[in-house]
């Protein structure tokens, strides 16, 4: 098990100077095997007879590395990886639906408390006027309509 474990260390440990036209994982178009590699290649090629090594080219058509497929241990742990990163977004998207959902109850607290204040100052309004003995007013729904005297409703 040992011996296993350092030959998929050494093997990844040799693909991250591989080079490749970006870097980071990526899977082979010509033969959907998961490939490694930490400094880019501006071209790839492969022979039929060996299609699983990819030979790497510089931008002067120079030969520069060869990229190998991950061994299964490290496609696992890639994996294992990009299910870890999925979860973890998921889980960012539940905490930002939560906080979005506690903006809407705020607003809907302020939206409340600022037509209750509104009630009050309507009620103050008409209880003022009704006190005052020069205009009559009369409440009809939420509206308050004060009669002067000499003026119409």
Not at 107 to 119: G, P, R
Request: net charge positive; aromatic share 10%.
């Amino acid at each position: 098990m040992k011996i296993i474990t350092l030959v998929a260390v050494s093997a990844i440990s040799v693909l991250l100077s591989a080079c490749n036209t970006y870097t980071g994982y990526f899977q082979a178009g010509h033969n959907g095997l998961l490939y490694y590699t930490s400094t880019p290649c501006p071209k790839q090629t492969w022979d039929n007879n060996y299609p699983n090594t990819i030979y790497c080219y510089d931008k002067n058509n120079n030969f520069s590395h060869t990229l190998n497929p991950l061994p299964p241990e490290a496609v696992a742990h890639f994996h294992r990886q990009q299910e870890e990163k999925r979860i973890a977004m998921l889980q960012l998207q539940q905490s930002m639906n939560n906080i979005a959902q506690g903006f809407q109850q705020q607003a809907q607290s302020y939206q409340q408390a600022t037509q209750l204040m509104q009630n009050m100052q309507r009620n103050q309004n008409w209880n003022r006027n009704r006190q005052n003995s020069t205009s009559t007013c009369q409440q009809i729904g939420n509206q308050i309509y004060c009669r002067h005297h000499n003026s119409g409703w």
